[in-house]
């Protein structure tokens, strides 16, 4: 799987910009702070083209949105000026995405024991979340702007927490997990090591202490990826090469 973050494909030079510009400000500092005219600045075009391309704030929001979550949707001709959607439809686009990450990490095998390894649910969770940082963070941080969105994304990172924690327990019988005597009270744990390298990490740079800045800029994903992964699973399995 790709770990680009959504391999947007959008023929307008500005209409790229302003989803740069404005997922990253979405993204680090929510919506309600966030001006048309800082999107603008940061996009580095006039604040009135803004308005020639979006009805308002709320149609920007629900662009980044399904830019990131759909990429491939603006490959054709827009409509200008655009216009915001349905919080319905943000949520059933997200739905499937969702369903397909948890079916890929709740295959189990014959016997009773998952497909993937410890390493291998890792990895397809860094990749997704990472394809996808944008829309996650920024959903999850609006919900009063994105409320049925904001609904289907909670309940995801629920059935995630649960998924995890059945896992885990399965990982240590197979020998794969050293014992652990809370699991359920690490699974946050092995979230949130994803999500540092995967969302917060490359969309909140700005905010990033010194400590914390220097030599993360200009990180790449495999690089990021690689950090996560040798993290967690020297923490977690008897064996981390394996």
Not at 183 to 201: D, F, K, Q, S, V
């Amino acid at each position: 799987m790709s770990t680009a973050p959504g391999n947007l494909t959008i023929s307008d030079a500005r209409l790229r910009a302003v989803y740069e510009a404005a997922s990253q400000l979405f993204a680090a500092r929510g919506y309600g702070p966030t001006q048309v005219s800082q999107i603008a600045e940061r996009a580095n075009i006039a604040t009135g083209t803004i308005y020639n391309l979006f009805a308002g704030k709320k149609a920007i929001l629900h662009f980044v949105l399904l830019a990131n979550l759909n990429p491939g949707g603006f490959t054709e001709e827009v409509q200008l000026p655009i216009r915001e959607v349905p919080d319905a439809h943000l949520a059933d686009t997200l739905t499937p995405i969702l369903e397909q990450l948890f079916q890929r990490l709740a295959a189990l095998n014959a016997s009773g024991h998952p497909v993937l390894s410890f390493r291998e649910i890792l990895e397809e969770l860094f990749d997704d979340i990472y394809r996808f940082n944008r829309a996650f963070s920024i959903i999850n941080d609006n919900p009063k702007e994105l409320p049925l969105a904001a609904a289907q994304y909670r309940s995801g990172v629920d059935k995630l927490y649960e998924l995890l924690d059945q896992h885990l327990r399965l990982y240590m019988q197979a020998g794969q997990v050293r014992p652990i005597k809370y699991p359920h009270l690490h699974i946050r744990n092995i979230i949130e090591g994803i999500t540092w390298w995967a969302i917060y990490l490359p969309l909140q740079a700005v905010n990033l202490d010194a400590w914390n800045r220097y030599g993360s800029q200009g990180l790449s994903a495999a690089e990021a990826k690689e950090i996560a992964l040798d993290v967690l699973c020297h923490a977690y399995l008897i064996n981390p090469h394996s």
